[in-house]
T-cell receptor
C-alpha cells in the first residue's frame, strides 16, 4: 500500500533563510515521488520529480529534494527563501501507472516573513 | 492563453440543489481528470476520461456524473448536493492516458460550498 505523510502543516521562515519541507512515504513498490506547489487560486505546478534515477533531484525555482530510501523520506529544500515561495506544497507518491495510484500528502503551507 | 480553465471559481449553493462545474483545456490533450480536495487537503482522483471515454471511476457517489462532450471539455454535474460535497474540485488534462501526474496540467480549482 502507498501513502505519504507531510510532517508539518505549516512552516514559517524568514526571507533569505533555508526552507525544509518534510515528506515521508510508504510504498510496496519502487515509487515515483513528486513535489507540487499551489499558489492561491492557481492549479498545482510541478516542482520536481524522482523516478529512480539520481537521488538528489533539482527542480524549478531553486528547489531540490533528496530521495532517502533508508529513511523513506523525500524532503524538499531551498537554500534561501524568497517571498514568492509562499504557497502550499504537496508531496505525491505514485505506486504504479494510472491516476488512481497517486497518493497526495495533506500539504504544507509555507509562509515567508519579510 | 489559459491552458486548463474551470468555471465557476467559487460556487455556493444549498443542500439538495443540482450544480455543474465546467472544465476546458486548449492544449489538445486526449485525457482529462477530475480531482476532489477535501477540507483536510487530501487530493483524490474522481474520474478520468480519454478521448471522451471513461477510463477511471473511483468510488464516487453516483450523484456525481462527468460528461465529456468533446476532448477539450470535461464537465462535472452533481445532483442532490450534500454538505460533504463541499471541497475544492480540480480539473486536469494530459496528452497520454498513463495517469502519470507529471504529465498533467491542472486548472485553478473550483471551491464548492454547500450550505
Amino acid at each position: 500500500a502507498q501513502s505519504v505523510t507531510q510532517l508539518d502543516s505549516h512552516v514559517s521562515v524568514s526571507e533569505g533563510t533555508p526552507v525544509l519541507l518534510r515528506c515521508n512515504y510508504s510504498s510496496s513498490y519502487s515509487p515515483s515521488l513528486f513535489w507540487y506547489v499551489q499558489h492561491p487560486n492557481k492549479g498545482l505546478q510541478l516542482l520536481l520529480k524522482y523516478t529512480s534515477a539520481a537521488t538528489l533531484v533539482k527542480g524549478i525555482n531553486g528547489f531540490e529534494a533528496e530521495f532517502k530510501k533508508s529513511e523513506t523520506s523525500f524532503h524538499l529544500t531551498k537554500p534561501s527563501a524568497h517571498m514568492s515561495d509562499a504557497a502550499e506544497y504537496f508531496c505525491v507518491v505514485s505506486g504504479g501507472p494510472g491516476a488512481n495510484n497517486l497518493f497526495f500528502g495533506t500539504g504544507t503551507r509555507l509562509t515567508v516573513i519579510p | 492563453d489559459t491552458a486548463v480553465s474551470q468555471t465557476p471559481k467559487y460556487l455556493v449553493t444549498q443542500m439538495g440543489n443540482d450544480k455543474s462545474i465546467k472544465c476546458e483545456q486548449n492544449l489538445g490533450h486526449d485525457t482529462m481528470y477530475w480531482y476532489k480536495q477535501d477540507s483536510k487537503k487530501f487530493l483524490k482522483i474522481m474520474f478520468s476520461y480519454n478521448n471522451k471515454e471513461l477510463i477511471i471511476n473511483e468510488t464516487v457517489p453516483n450523484r456525481f456524473s462527468p460528461k465529456s462532450p468533446d476532448k477539450a471539455h470535461l464537465n462535472l454535474h452533481i445532483n442532490s448536493l450534500e454538505l460533504g460535497d463541499s471541497a475544492v474540485y480540480f480539473c486536469a488534462s494530459s496528452q497520454d492516458s498513463s495517469g502519470s501526474i507529471d504529465t498533467q496540467y491542472f486548472g485553478p480549482g473550483t471551491r464548492l460550498t454547500v450550505l
